[in-house]
């Protein structure tokens, strides 16, 4: 960006920060590629480039979450050294308003896309927006709500974005809820994580959500029983047909580069909390490689 004027580019390094695409690619990529797979298994022909703008679609979805996250709570990250050092409102990189500018125009782009596709796309990213809006605007803030903390996060976060990915190509879910409920899940135990992390910095902020609610030792279990009914819940979409059996040969394959990547930083790159937290990475690498081969596989088997 030698061309802009620094202060342009500072803003525009500044908007991009707000988005933390590091933080949400590696979900949001399989999340929306499972429910597309799902959605052309055993029917590859129908796979089209509506994949792609589905993908995009979401991705811009997600961003503008993070991005309206990150504005209005730009005040409380100012009294955190880390959190202030990635918020750029925070970090005085970018005023509040032109956050919100561009916050506004990446979710307007994203509302652009999903009305390209059918219209069960287009409702099902019309209300992940609208959640994107309503879980940290301060005027609402359900992320300071118990229980409609994690209900919000989980579906603005994995449902409707696999949901979206699905109804591109087919209206009738069926067996597939199974994987709906199993990617919720995992998003509950990701939200439960993160505020069981930030449990001391929330708590001065005064932010009143589900662990508040519940103390350390509860969030915990919880976060523990999400993730043992998650794998119940892959159990039973494999018990479902809904995975080609050569899939399996993935995480096997896949098993070293995992072991290689584990470390003591979880998916923020804070310093993991428990077993589970060290694990992060090597689990979405493992999903996206998967998910991203099923889509090569259905690719190659549809008809040119």
């Given at each position: 960006?030698?061309?802009?004027?620094?202060?342009?580019?500072?803003?525009?390094?500044?908007?991009?920060?707000?988005?933390?695409?590091?933080?949400?690619l590696p979900f949001t990529v399989p999340v929306t590629l499972m429910g597309v797979n799902m959605a052309v298994a055993g029917q590859p022909a129908l796979l089209d480039a509506r994949s792609g703008l589905v993908l995009a679609a979401n991705i811009l979805a997600v961003a503008c979450a993070f991005m309206i996250n990150d504005i209005e709570d730009a005040g409380d990250d100012a009294a955190d050294p880390e959190r202030g050092a990635r918020n750029a409102i925070a970090h005085g990189d970018l005023a509040r308003s032109d956050g919100w500018l561009a916050a506004l125009l990446t979710g307007g782009l994203a509302l652009a896309l999903y009305a390209l596709m059918p219209p069960l796309v287009f409702a099902t990213g019309c209300l992940t927006l609208i959640l994107a809006v309503l879980y940290s605007w301060r005027a609402v803030r359900l992320k300071a709500?118990?229980?409609?903390?994690?209900?919000?996060?989980?579906?603005m976060l994995s449902a409707l974005l696999f949901l979206a990915g699905f109804f591109v190509y087919n209206?009738?879910?069926?067996?597939?809820?199974?994987?709906?409920?199993?990617?919720?899940?995992?998003?509950?135990?990701?939200?439960?994580?993160?505020?069981?992390?930030?449990?001391?910095?929330?708590?001065?902020?005064?932010?009143?959500?589900?662990?508040?609610?519940?103390?350390r030792a509860w969030t915990r279990r919880l976060m523990y029983v999400a993730?043992?009914?998650?794998?119940?819940?892959?159990?039973?979409?494999?018990?479902?047909?809904?995975?080609?059996?050569?899939?399996?040969?993935?995480?096997?394959?896949?098993?070293p580069a995992v072991a290689w990547r584990r470390s003591g930083r979880d998916m923020r790159g804070t310093a993991a909390?428990?077993?589970?937290?060290?694990?992060?990475?090597?689990?979405?690498?493992?999903?996206?490689?998967?998910?991203?081969?099923?889509?090569?596989?259905?690719?190659?088997?549809?008809?040119?």
């Open positions: 960006m030698a061309f802009l004027s620094p202060s342009l580019s500072r803003r525009l390094a500044g908007a991009a920060r707000l988005t933390r695409w590091k933080e949400h709500i118990p229980v409609l903390d994690v209900i919000a996060h989980v579906l209206s009738s879910p069926g067996a597939a809820w199974w994987a709906v409920v199993g990617v919720a899940l995992v998003s509950a135990y990701g939200q439960l994580y993160n505020q069981l992390r930030d449990f001391d910095l929330d708590r001065a902020a005064g932010l009143r959500n589900l662990a508040a609610l519940l103390g993730l043992a009914l998650a794998a119940a819940c892959l159990a039973v979409t494999i018990a479902q047909g809904l995975w080609p059996a050569w899939l399996a040969i993935a995480p096997i394959i896949l098993a909390i428990d077993i589970s937290g060290r694990w992060q990475w090597g689990f979405m690498l493992v999903a996206n490689l998967t998910m991203i081969a099923w889509l090569a596989a259905l690719a190659f088997a549809a008809p040119r």
